[in-house]
């Protein structure tokens, strides 16, 4: 059983940053993939980024891509998104997820090839 804690949530301004924390409780070098996930109010949960083992090779969201980095500390057994210049819209609650079993490695990054969850943290975005 793998237990993920997120942190780092809040409430900022638009144009603002925050960083957002996945504490895992194994080695996150076992995972095939860790990924950041949100879910808007009244929207379905979507996929913001992943880094796949190995390389570390990134994938991001396209709504994200240039103002979002997702990396890793093997060491603390953490992984990051770096949020920069949010918008209203990144309001939602953040969940980070991994793929212990390999299922990105079909469904890329997505919840089809998760396998572990966290509860979430919340981010929302003011004007």
């Known amino acids: 059983q793998v237990q993920l804690v997120e942190s780092g949530g809040g409430l900022v301004q638009s144009g603002g940053s925050l960083r957002l924390s996945c504490a895992a409780s194994?080695?996150?070098?076992?995972?095939?993939?860790i990924g950041w996930f949100r879910q808007a109010p009244r929207k379905e949960r979507e996929a913001v980024s992943c880094?796949?083992?190995?390389?570390?090779?990134?994938r991001y969201a396209p709504s994200v891509k240039g103002r979002f980095t997702i990396f890793k500390d093997n060491a603390k057994n953490t992984v990051y998104l770096q949020m920069n210049n949010l918008k209203l819209e990144d309001t939602g609650v953040y969940y980070c997820?991994?793929?212990?079993?390999?299922?990105?490695?079909?469904?890329?990054?997505?919840?089809?090839?998760?396998?572990?969850w966290g509860k979430g943290t919340l981010v929302t975005v003011s004007s």
């Open positions: 997820a991994v793929d212990k079993l390999g299922g990105t490695q079909i469904a890329g990054c997505g919840e089809p090839g998760m396998d572990y």
């Open positions: 194994g080695s996150i070098s076992d995972y095939y993939a």
């Open positions: 880094i796949f083992r190995g390389d570390d090779s990134t």
